[in-house]
């Protein structure tokens, strides 16, 4: 028991280091501050009233409907609590609160969660659940006392942009599926959903302008060629409708989760320049392409008629993406170009910048981008480097330096494509192998090397899913090369246990994850989540190096 109690998440007041090491209850990701309250057991009953004020309801409706399966009850949610109704859950304001911070206090008298509005409750009914016995994510009834042990945390996040990207690009995710990483997300407080909708291999938005990039720029996947059938996704094309899409926001918005829309260029544009012969630097529409190359592809930048060219197709695309997407941000890529001369990158990086900030929105690209044009005020940079003191982390902190703010996604601690270890059938390894302990144990403000950098130079932390080895691909020398997943069975093997780790990175206080006890207390929780993971059915990777049972 002493070993447990020495062995929470270190940086806790020593007021947060519960008397009795046993009651720890498993929340991931650990919240700012957790005392065992002195208040004995809170037991929902059927009749437990959850009472909201009026800005709280679609929180009360959405905790009510999350208990429903397995408990088998649908408790009432009320404006009052009746005088008759016993112990309830109850949501109040507490304006002194950041947007997502909560306390939550639980005694046998009642649940009490405090917020400064929706976001912060939000955030309080994920540590609620993960409060109840796992049975309770069960999507059948089960018998079961549903039993909430006397608490008090006070919580809120680290960094205020908690990411996964998903790349339906490569591999495209059928929008119940990426419903279903929202509805996972939200599970572990992520506030972020990337999507890298435009690559080499694949067109999956609407664009008005360009009806084409949907027929032609949608027909590909990688390994998959045009004509071909997807054994989970049928046959192409394959995109999001404007419908499908705006359903999407809605369903992320409900989950307090952004949606920051990728268009990549000018490398990673084959599937662009497959639908418009005129971004072509001959003027030519090129084959689709549905292999699984990098650095193959540049928009045509040779020379002004071209760049004219180039302009009207970003202007039309970025504002409509633009529209679809409420969010602040447009992620406008920049990676891997290495077609284009210094000169031609900057012509284009200045065209996308001027383009995206008309559009109403802050830039966001991957760090290669400050090579291009000067970033405009509030750019971000997203660090995919793998290495401190490289010439990519030097990138990274010239933004910095430059009073940028830097999403990290490290692609060797946070790049959820590559294998866990050698035995894993899916996924890459160029950046290495990254079990649950490598996803966790990293700090943002070190991970350039050199000096820290500033807290607040952190805008946050990306899990990056890519997909172009989910299609009969696999690097060697380890696992097999060809191996098919359905984009679910994909999602849930990368992301589980890995997506819990990052997700703990983004929210959870400093502390100092490189020992061994430290780790041992992120094990112990994701052992017991992984009975959460059953009860929703969610597919994750038994990892030789976790003692599953
Ligand atoms: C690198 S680093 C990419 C992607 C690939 C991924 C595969 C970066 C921004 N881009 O195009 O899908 O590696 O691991």
């Known amino acids: 028991a002493l070993l447990l109690a020495s062995a929470l998440p270190a940086g806790q007041a020593s007021a ?21 309250g002195l208040g004995g057991t809170f037991q929902l009953k059927s009749t437990t009233q959850i009472v909201v004020g009026a800005q709280f309801r679609p929180v009360g409706e959405y905790l009510a409907a999350r208990l429903a399966p397995a408990t088998g009850w649908q408790l009432a949610v009320v404006n009052a609590a009746g005088s008759q109704s016993g112990p309830v859950i109850e949501f109040g304001l507490d304006q002194s609160l950041a947007a997502e911070d909560y306390r939550l206090s ?3 008298l009642r649940v009490m969660v405090s917020a400064a509005g929706p976001e912060g409750a939000f955030r309080a009914v994920q540590t609620l659940r993960q409060l109840l016995p796992a049975r309770i994510e069960s999507r ?10 006397a608490a008090e945390i006070v919580d809120g996040p680290r960094f205020g942009y908690r990411a996964v990207m998903l790349d339906p690009a490569r591999r495209f995710v059928p929008l119940a599926d990426v419903k279903r990483v929202i509805d996972q997300m939200a599970l572990y407080k992520l506030n972020v959903l990337h999507l890298h909708l435009s690559d080499d291999q694949g067109w999956r938005t609407v664009i008005d302008a360009y009806p084409e990039l949907t027929k032609t720029g949608a027909s590909t996947q990688s ?19 404007k419908q499908e899409y705006a359903d999407l926001v809605a369903y992320a918005g409900s989950r307090f989760v952004e949606i920051v829309p990728e268009i990549d260029g000018p490398g990673h544009t084959s599937a662009a320049l497959a639908s418009i012969p005129e971004i072509n630097d001959d003027g030519k529409a090129i084959p689709p392409y549905s292999g699984f190359d990098v650095g193959i592809s540049l928009v045509g930048l040779q020379n002004q008629q071209r760049r004219d060219e180039v302009r009207k197709f970003l202007v039309s695309v970025l504002n409509d993406v633009a529209a679809q997407n409420p969010g602040r941000y447009l992620h406008i890529g920049g990676d891997e170009s290495p077609k284009a001369t210094a000169e031609q990158y900057t012509a284009y990086t200045a065209m996308a910048n001027e383009v995206a900030t008309a559009a109403g929105k802050k830039v966001i690209a991957w760090h290669e981008w400050i090579k291009g ?27 910095v330096d430059a009073g940028h703010q830097l999403v990290l996604s ?59 080895s989910a299609n009969q691909f696999g690097d060697k020398p380890f696992g097999p090369t060809r191996v098919y997943a359905p984009a679910r069975t994909y999602t849930d093997f990368m992301l589980f246990p890995r997506l819990p780790a990052v997700a703990e990175l983004g929210w959870s206080p400093s502390v100092d994850r490189s020992t061994q006890p430290s780790y041992q207390e992120l094990v112990r929780r994701v052992l017991e989540h992984s009975k959460r993971w059953e009860a929703m059915g969610i597919g994750y990777n038994k990892a030789a190096d976790i003692p599953w049972s």
Do not use: C, H
């Open 410 to 468: 490290p692609a060797n601690r946070s790049y959820l494509d590559m294998k866990y270890d050698n035995q894993t059938a899916y996924g890459r390894s160029w950046a290495g192998l990254i079990n649950l302990r490598t996803a966790w144990n990293w700090e943002p403000t070190t991970v350039l090397g050199g000096a820290p950098i500033a807290e607040s130079a952190v805008l946050g932390v990306e899990a990056s899913l890519w997909s172009d």
């Open 16 to 36: 947060a280091v519960p008397q009795v090491a046993g009651v720890l209850p498993a929340i991931i990701p650990w919240p700012k501050s957790f005392v065992v």
């Open 106 to 108: 639980v005694s046998s």
């Open 223 to 241: 390994g998959f060629a045009p004509g071909t059938v997807d054994p989970v996704a049928g046959s192409g094309p394959w995109f999001y409708t």
């Open 373 to 399: 044009a000067p970033l405009p005020a509030g750019a971000v940079m997203q660090y995919w480097g793998t290495a401190p003191g490289s010439a990519d982390a030097a990138m990274a902190r010239q933004a």
């Open 140 to 149: 059948q009834q089960v018998t079961a006392e549903w039993n909430i042990s």
